[in-house]
């Protein structure tokens, strides 16, 4: 369907734009922090007894979207398109091929990098991905209560 409205949501300019709306509609809302799948596991952690933890905390590496300081545990919770889901192996857009070939790589290199200096200082890290999140919540949550216990 063609439509001469402007979308309603907020493009961020560095994104080509996508030919499809619902493309674009899609990459603008899973960009930010407080994405769905992060705020869907935060509420299960929450809801098992496994609270206690910080959200984005600015003080060390890459500000995991949830950190437990006590047990020195970082979460990050992944997207899986832009973060190029392991699991899913999600497929690339047909367009702009090398746009995103190398915001991706730049991606993959930054949660690499940043796994390694959280290492460094002692934390342990732990990636969580959407589709994981999708597929089996309790696991998920299962993971981290298994590091709460452990240390
Ligand atoms: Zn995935």
Redesign the pocket.
């Known amino acids: 369907m063609k439509t001469t409205n402007q979308p309603s949501y907020i493009r961020d300019g560095r994104a080509p734009i996508p030919q499809k709306d619902t493309t674009s509609k899609v990459m603008s809302l899973i960009r930010a922090k407080n994405t769905k799948p992060e705020m869907t596991l935060r509420k299960a952690l929450f809801a098992n007894g496994l609270s206690g933890y910080r959200l984005h905390w600015k003080k060390i590496p890459g500000k995991p979207d949830i950190s437990y300081p006590g047990i020195k545990l970082a979460i990050f919770v992944h997207g899986?398109f832009w973060h190029r889901?392991p699991?899913?192996n999600p497929p690339f857009p047909k367009s702009h091929k090398r746009f995103w070939k190398q915001k991706f790589e730049k991606n993959v290199e930054r949660d690499k990098r940043n796994s390694q200096d959280l290492e460094k200082q002692g934390w342990k890290v732990v990636t969580i991905?959407?589709?994981e999140i999708k597929d089996d919540l309790q696991n998920c949550v299962d993971i981290i209560r298994i590091f709460k216990l452990k240390y």
């Open positions: 899986c889901c699991n899913c991905w959407e589709c």
